[in-house]
């Protein structure tokens, strides 16, 4: 049997540094303040959006939502954007993605102001990732990722990894922040031929592509560690990872389950960089 990598120890070791800056902040007469911009009602958005304002409450964090419907143009989401960045009491922002199709996603996401930029959707912030130069923050969930690693003591200095999805919110990026500690990441995406091979001969494999247990036995090997970033919904409205989590538990060494995996670490991160940008706009 797996060990099971749960997200809560993680992410309440990250909160207690959050709660005490949050405080801080508070005493001094700033209250930290996340933006949240949802357009329509993507199941995995609200259950973020739950997560976050669940943490957020219990962090003394507020929180203020600008919702659209899913019709929204883009000139209407910029027009949210345009509000958080003129609304001085507003330190982060988390915008959820993909966007409705038709809005041009980078150009609403260059929109932001970068200092307000706690979820690294910025070309500056990305730059950041992908040069290592410390500016900005990663992606949550990337880091999300890396934290669970740390935390439970698995060092990828040497390991090969393999990164299944290649989107800027998470396979990218995760690839990076892995490289940049020295792994061998193999990054796959839906073109990836032999991807099962590629997975079973990784020691740790990221699964971060939205496909409701799609990856099962022919992807496992013994002994690896599985990081299962897919929040999905399946036919009975239950929250599932991309991981077959019952044909993997029996075969590979570790791995996150969903729920209570690397969602609630990243919402944990999310909180920490509002802080963060809180401290450094004062
Ligand atoms: N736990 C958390 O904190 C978070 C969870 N998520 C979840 O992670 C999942 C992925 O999110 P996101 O990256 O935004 O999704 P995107 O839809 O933007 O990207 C999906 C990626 O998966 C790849 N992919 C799709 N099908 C296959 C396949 N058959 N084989 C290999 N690769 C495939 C795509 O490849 P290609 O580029 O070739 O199309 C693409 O790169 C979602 O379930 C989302 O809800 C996201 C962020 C945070
Ligand atoms: N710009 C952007 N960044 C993202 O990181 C991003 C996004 N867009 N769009 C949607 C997906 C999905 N996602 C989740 C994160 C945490 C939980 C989470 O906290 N889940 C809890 C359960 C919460 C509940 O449903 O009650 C858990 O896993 O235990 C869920 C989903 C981030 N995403």
Do not use: W
């Amino acid at each position: 049997m797996a060990d099971l990598l749960l997200g809560k120890p993680v992410g309440d070791a990250l909160s207690e540094k959050t709660a005490a800056l949050a405080e801080e902040l508070t005493a001094q007469g700033i209250q930290p303040t996340l933006a949240i911009v949802r357009v329509g009602e993507r199941p995995d958005d609200l259950s973020y959006e739950r997560g976050a304002c669940k943490r957020a409450e219990a962090l003394g964090i507020a929180v203020r939502k600008f919702l659209l419907p899913e019709d929204a143009s883009q000139d209407d989401v910029l027009a949210a954007i345009a509000q958080v960045n003129d609304d001085a009491s507003i330190h982060g922002c988390l915008m959820f993605r993909p966007l409705p199709k038709g809005i041009d996603e980078a150009a609403v996401c260059n929109a932001l102001d970068p200092a307000k930029d706690v979820d690294g959707i910025t070309a500056g912030s990305l730059a950041g990732v992908f040069m290592d130069t410390g500016v900005g923050f990663p992606p949550c969930t990337a880091q999300a990722c890396v934290e669970i690693l740390d935390h439970y003591g698995f060092d990828v200095e040497g390991k090969s990894v393999a990164v299944v999805g290649r989107s800027l919110v998470i396979g990218k990026p995760v690839a990076m922040m892995l490289l940049a500690r020295n792994a061998t990441v193999t990054l796959c995406h839906s073109r990836s031929r032999e991807l099962p091979t590629i997975c079973r001969e990784a020691d740790i494999v990221v699964y971060a592509t939205g496909r409701p247990r799609a990856y099962s036995l022919e992807h496992f090997s013994g002994g690896q560690t599985v990081l299962d970033v897919g929040i999905n919904v399946d036919e009975e409205g239950n929250l599932c990872g991309d991981v077959d989590f019952a044909a993997a538990e029996p075969v590979v060494g570790a791995i996150t389950p969903v729920p209570r995996g690397v969602g609630s670490v990243t919402t944990a991160v999310l909180m920490r960089h509002v802080v963060e940008a809180a401290v450094a706009c004062k």
